[in-house]
């Protein structure tokens, strides 16, 4: 698949070349790798403050995993990547003090 994008002789070298850095959270990559993976956002998210920094808040996720019906909370400071996914999956945020 590569060989249609990049010459042969570019494609190796091409895989080799360290990742870039991103701007993104690691805790939002792995919420968008789980939905990757068939987890679903249940609605709403839960916008809390963090306990231990006071004035700063936390988006609280819950995932469910709809084969096995299992459940598991991500919690994640905000951040444009969250907030765009927000916006674009519509989903309804409960804020609370």
């Known amino acids: 698949m590569l060989t249609n994008v990049f010459p042969v002789s570019d494609s190796w070298e091409f895989l080799q070349q360290?990742?870039?850095?991103?701007l993104t959270h690691a805790g939002c990559l792995r919420l968008l790798a789980a939905l990757d993976l068939g987890w679903q956002i249940e609605a709403?998210?839960?916008?809390?403050?963090?306990?231990?920094?006071?004035?700063e808040r936390v988006y609280h996720f819950i995932l469910r995993q709809?084969?096995?019906?299992?459940?598991?909370?991500?919690?994640?400071?905000?951040?444009?990547?969250?907030?765009?996914?927000?916006?674009?999956?519509?989903?309804?945020?409960v804020a609370s003090n």
């Open 18 to 22: 360290p990742m870039p850095p991103t």
């Open 44 to 55: 709403p998210v839960y916008l809390r403050p963090r306990g231990d920094k006071a004035g």
């Open 66 to 93: 709809p084969s096995t019906s299992a459940l598991r909370l991500m919690t994640l400071p905000p951040s444009p990547t969250l907030e765009k996914l927000i916006r674009a999956e519509k989903l309804q945020v």
